[in-house]
């Protein structure tokens, strides 16, 4: 019997410590899973947005040189920049969605802009850093490209018929560029004499071309001469173009009396297909020998038209005018995006861009109209002075405003056909005013 129990009592010790050790070792393992379990969701919620908004990851080594203080306010800085700075760069981004879709605002490339300035701002991703918005940027702004392409699509859709059956309206298109030169000086004179702003003779130059009211033009200087201020000069100069229904009109009622906003011009002469053929071909080589730095945008606009008017290229000048113009729309947008970030746009500069900008298109517009008053003291055709205000480059919407404002005192007088002469002037003025900018500050 004794043998038998301390038998069994062995056994049950040895089964005991088993049982023990199994259930030790389940626990073990339950709570090593337990705690991967943790660390995985943990880890997970890091790499949210949430979280990177919230808590902003900063690379503080770059400010190790700096005295203590300055060191302290450039990481909270660059922690406001990479936190609430991009909510309220979302934020911005859903204003200009608004603009595009409910007021109507330039959608084509606002659309774009907005999308791009949404993903620029997504923390973690870096999709302006080193994603595909970096690409498209470094494949045609960085280097001019898509600015040029558009100037291509632009020229094969544009008529210089109007232009050159009454050849001094380019003259009216050439007065309104004086709101970038005037501009450039306003900008300048904001950076001496207020601690605001501090624009170098560059980007006083790049912020001014706003004035001329020509997206591609404003993009094109810009990447030459201001790239950091791409974004703002981009949003400001669309904006503007946009809303030329809204700025031009007040400005034009307040500088003509109702008696000149009723002056009714001649009709237009019939110009040959041999001028339209030649004139592209003069204005380039003109440009070529006078202003090499304007060629790029000026030899691109003359190349889309010269195909238009030649006749024997329809699909080329109808690729030009459709797919092409709006493939580039979509990356020319998307690229600007890419440099609405909060370190960029949420800066003092901006709002001094967005003021110089809209004083610019007013400056140009009075310019056009007070031209045309000008002119009239002169013998000759009377001119409305209501079509000087399309001197700037929105082509046509200019134009149109132009003949809007005339026919609501006179439901008669077609103006259109006459604005689009200083309306296309106004085009080659600012691609002109861009290359004397680019050839005295590059």
Same mark, same amino acid.
Do not use: C
């Given at each position: 019997?004794?043998?038998?129990?301390?038998?069994?009592?062995?056994?049950?010790?040895?089964?005991?410590?088993?049982?023990?050790?199994?259930?030790?070792?389940?626990?073990?393992?339950?709570?090593?899973?337990?705690?991967?379990?943790?660390?995985?969701?943990?880890?997970?919620?890091?790499?949210?947005?949430?979280?990177?908004?919230?808590?902003?990851?900063?690379?503080?080594?770059?400010?190790?040189?700096?005295?203590?203080?300055?060191?302290?306010?450039?990481?909270?800085?660059?922690?406001?920049?990479?936190?609430?700075?991009?909510?309220?760069?979302?934020?911005?981004?859903?204003?200009?969605?608004?603009?595009?879709?409910?007021?109507?605002?330039?959608?084509?490339?606002?659309?774009? /802009? &907005?999308?791009?300035?949404?993903?620029?701002? *997504?923390?973690? +991703?870096?999709?302006?850093?080193?994603?595909? =918005?970096?690409? @498209?940027?470094?494949?045609?702004?960085?280097?001019?490209?898509?600015?040029?392409?558009?100037?291509?699509?632009?020229?094969?859709?544009?008529?210089?018929?109007?232009?050159?059956?009454?050849?001094?309206?380019?003259?009216?298109?050439?007065?309104?560029?004086?709101?970038?030169?005037?501009?450039?000086?306003?900008?300048?004179?904001?950076?001496?004499?207020?601690?605001?702003?501090?624009?170098?003779?560059?980007?006083?130059?790049?912020?001014?071309? /706003? &004035?001329?009211?020509?997206?591609?033009?404003? *993009?094109?200087? +810009?990447?030459?001469?201001?790239?950091?201020? =791409?974004?703002? @000069?981009?949003?400001?100069?669309?904006?503007?173009?946009?809303?030329?229904?809204?700025?031009?009109?007040?400005?034009?009622?307040?500088?003509?009396?109702?008696?000149?906003?009723?002056?009714?011009?001649?009709?237009?002469?019939?110009?040959?297909?041999?001028?339209?053929?030649?004139?592209?071909?003069?204005?380039?080589?003109?440009?070529?020998?006078?202003?090499?730095?304007?060629?790029?945008?000026?030899?691109?606009?003359?190349?889309?038209?010269?195909?238009?008017?030649?006749?024997?290229?329809?699909?080329?000048?109808?690729?030009?005018?459709?797919?092409?113009?709006?493939?580039?729309? @979509?990356?020319?947008?998307?690229?600007?995006?890419?440099?609405?970030?909060?370190?960029?746009?949420?800066?003092?500069?901006?709002?001094?861009?967005?003021?110089?900008?809209?004083?610019?298109?007013?400056?140009?517009?009075?310019?056009?109209?007070?031209?045309?008053?000008?002119?009239?003291?002169?013998?000759?055709?009377?001119?409305?002075?209501?079509?000087?205000?399309?001197?700037?480059?929105?082509?046509?919407?200019?134009?149109?405003?132009?003949?809007?404002?005339?026919?609501?005192?006179?439901?008669?007088?077609?103006?259109?056909?006459?604005?689009?002469?200083?309306?296309?002037?106004?085009?080659?003025?600012?691609?002109?005013?861009?290359?004397?900018?680019?050839?005295?500050?590059?």
């Amino acid at each position: 019997m004794k043998k038998i129990f301390l038998k069994s009592l062995v056994v049950f010790v040895v089964l005991f410590s088993a049982t023990n050790l199994m259930a030790s070792s389940e626990s073990k393992e339950s709570s090593y899973k337990s705690q991967d379990m943790v660390v995985m969701v943990s880890n997970f919620l890091k790499s949210t947005g949430i979280y990177a908004l919230v808590n902003p990851k900063i690379d503080e080594s770059k400010f190790a040189n700096l005295p203590p203080k300055e060191r302290e306010k450039k990481i909270a800085r660059e922690k406001f920049y990479q936190g609430p700075g991009r909510v309220i760069m979302i934020l911005i981004t859903f204003l200009i969605f608004w603009l595009a879709i409910k007021k109507g605002f330039e959608p084509l490339l606002l659309l774009p /802009i &907005g999308f791009g300035g949404l993903l620029a701002n *997504i923390p973690v +991703a870096d999709i302006a850093g080193e994603g595909f =918005l970096h690409t @498209i940027y470094q494949a045609g702004l960085a280097n001019e490209f898509f600015p040029i392409i558009i100037f291509m699509g632009v020229g094969a859709m544009t008529d210089f018929g109007p232009l050159l059956s009454n050849p001094k309206t380019a003259l009216l298109g050439a007065a309104a560029q004086f709101g970038i030169f005037g501009t450039l000086v306003g900008a300048v004179a904001l950076s001496q004499y207020t601690d605001w702003f501090d624009f170098t003779l560059k980007q006083a130059s790049a912020i001014s071309i /706003i &004035g001329g009211a020509d997206g591609p033009t404003s *993009i094109y200087i +810009a990447t030459h001469l201001a790239p950091e201020l =791409l974004g703002a @000069i981009a949003v400001a100069s669309y904006s503007y173009m946009a809303m030329v229904p809204i700025i031009q009109p007040p400005i034009m009622k307040a500088l003509t009396t109702d008696k000149e906003r009723r002056i009714r011009m001649s009709t237009l002469r019939h110009v040959t297909r041999m001028e339209k053929l030649v004139f592209p071909i003069v204005v380039l080589m003109l440009s070529i020998l006078v202003l090499p730095d304007s060629t790029p945008l000026i030899g691109a606009f003359m190349f889309g038209n010269f195909l238009k008017e030649s006749g024997v290229v329809e699909r080329l000048s109808d690729t030009l005018q459709n797919a092409l113009i709006n493939i580039t729309t @979509i990356f020319l947008g998307l690229g600007v995006g890419s440099k609405l970030e909060a370190d960029k746009f949420l800066v003092p500069d901006t709002l001094g861009i967005l003021v110089l900008g809209v004083v610019a298109f007013g400056i140009g517009t009075a310019a056009g109209v007070l031209m045309a008053k000008i002119m009239n003291l002169f013998p000759g055709n009377k001119i409305n002075p209501l079509i000087g205000s399309a001197g700037v480059s929105a082509v046509p919407m200019a134009a149109r405003v132009s003949n809007k404002v005339g026919m609501e005192y006179d439901r008669t007088n077609m103006l259109l056909m006459h604005a689009m002469g200083p309306n296309v002037a106004g085009v080659i003025g600012s691609a002109v005013a861009a290359g004397v900018l680019i050839s005295i500050f590059k």
